[in-house]
């Protein structure tokens, strides 16, 4: 079991409510995508799942129990997660996996975090300081971290945001395999994009926000058969017709901030 209960939660910074009345629970093994506008707050609820902030009210449980503080049942690859900078990208991992697996030989932890690195296609790279790494190497080199882990529940808000389109499509690929692996010890993941084919490829689920504040605008299933393979997908209909359901979602959601005067339009500005 890795199952997910939001319970009602709202989140505030101060007076500025972000978060009201989520409630969604993820089964074990789910795959939840969230779309939304920008500063809708789906940082804010992964850092939520992740014990990084409570909830203002409301409650998140894994299995049952509250969610009080990070852990290593909750792998995190964040919008800006940084790996830390004095270790080399192999020393972060094999940190990692020194504390999710205790009791190995460092030569056993060495050889698995080059595994690892490799798996992200960094294996020449695990000598390199994260200063010394492009931001996309660094992104690869915290999902590396993550997958090395193994946790049953996977946070990643925008993981791929910054790669460019092959490495981004090798590394849905690659989380999509380990992610279906065995049926039985699937993860749980929370999937922050602004992609919305992304979202379609990966998610059994897509969960769009709202924008002040934020709520569930919209739960779509996902029940395209997998493996699922990009080529074939954007010819079907049943992703066509949900790629513009999602769309039209999302710009509803802007076009109607437009209208009450939340974001004001500025010269130039297409949407
Ligand atoms: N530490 C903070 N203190 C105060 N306000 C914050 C803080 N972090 C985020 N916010 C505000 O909360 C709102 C939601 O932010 P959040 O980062 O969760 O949005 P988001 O949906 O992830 O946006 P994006 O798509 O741009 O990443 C924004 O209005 C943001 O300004
Ligand atoms: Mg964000």
């Given at each position: 079991?890795?199952?997910?209960?939001?319970?009602?939660?709202?989140?505030?910074?101060g007076?500025?409510?972000?978060?009201?009345?989520?409630?969604?629970?993820?089964?074990?093994?789910?795959f939840?995508?969230?779309?939304?506008?920008?500063?809708?707050?789906?940082?804010?609820?992964?850092?939520?799942?992740?014990?990084?902030?409570?909830?203002?009210?409301?409650?998140?449980?894994?299995?049952?129990?509250?969610?009080?503080?990070?852990?290593?049942?909750?792998?995190?690859?964040?919008?800006d997660?940084?790996?830390?900078?004095?270790?080399?990208?192999?020393?972060?991992?094999?940190?990692?996996?020194?504390?999710?697996?205790?009791?190995?030989?460092?030569?056993?932890?060495?050889?698995?975090?080059?595994?690892?690195?490799?798996?992200?296609?960094?294996?020449?790279?695990?000598?390199?300081?994260?200063?010394?790494?492009s931001?996309?190497?660094?992104?690869?080199?915290?999902?590396?971290?993550?997958?090395?882990?193994?946790?049953?529940?996977?946070?990643?808000?925008?993981?791929?945001?910054?790669?460019?389109?092959?490495?981004?499509?090798?590394?849905?690929?690659l989380?999509?395999?380990?992610?279906?692996?065995?049926?039985?010890?699937?993860?749980?993941?929370?999937?922050?994009?602004?992609?919305?084919?992304?979202?379609?490829?990966?998610?059994?689920r897509?969960?769009?926000?709202?924008?002040?504040?934020?709520?569930?605008?919209?739960?779509?299933?996902?029940?395209?058969?997998?493996?699922?393979?990009?080529?074939?997908?954007?010819?079907?209909?049943?992703?066509l017709?949900l790629?513009?359901?999602?769309?039209?979602?999302?710009?509803e959601?802007?076009?109607?901030?437009?209208?009450?005067?939340?974001?004001?339009?500025?010269?130039?500005?297409?949407?």
């Amino acid at each position: 079991m890795h199952e997910v209960t939001i319970d009602n939660v709202s989140y505030a910074y101060g007076s500025h409510q972000v978060l009201r009345d989520i409630t969604l629970t993820a089964e074990a093994g789910d795959f939840i995508c969230l779309l939304g506008p920008s500063g809708c707050g789906k940082s804010t609820l992964l850092r939520l799942l992740a014990g990084l902030s409570l909830p203002t009210s409301g409650s998140i449980t894994l299995d049952g129990a509250a969610i009080s503080g990070p852990g290593l049942d909750r792998g995190v690859v964040f919008q800006d997660y940084s790996l830390f900078p004095w270790m080399t990208a192999g020393q972060n991992i094999v940190l990692a996996l020194e504390q999710a697996f205790p009791g190995k030989s460092r030569g056993e932890y060495r050889e698995a975090a080059v595994g690892y690195l490799e798996l992200v296609g960094l294996g020449g790279a695990s000598e390199k300081l994260p200063g010394q790494m492009s931001g996309g190497m660094r992104q690869r080199a915290a999902i590396a971290r993550a997958f090395a882990i193994n946790s049953p529940v996977l946070l990643m808000d925008e993981p791929f945001g910054a790669l460019d389109a092959i490495t981004r499509a090798k590394l849905q690929d690659l989380l999509l395999q380990l992610w279906q692996q065995k049926e039985g010890e699937r993860k749980t993941v929370f999937f922050v994009t602004h992609d919305v084919e992304e979202a379609i490829l990966l998610a059994n689920r897509i969960v769009v926000l709202g924008l002040n504040p934020g709520t569930i605008k919209g739960v779509f299933e996902v029940d395209l058969p997998r493996p699922r393979i990009r080529q074939e997908l954007y010819l079907r209909d049943s992703f066509l017709g949900l790629r513009d359901r999602l769309v039209t979602l999302l710009h509803e959601n802007i076009l109607s901030e437009l209208d009450e005067g939340r974001i004001v339009r500025s010269e130039g500005d297409s949407i």
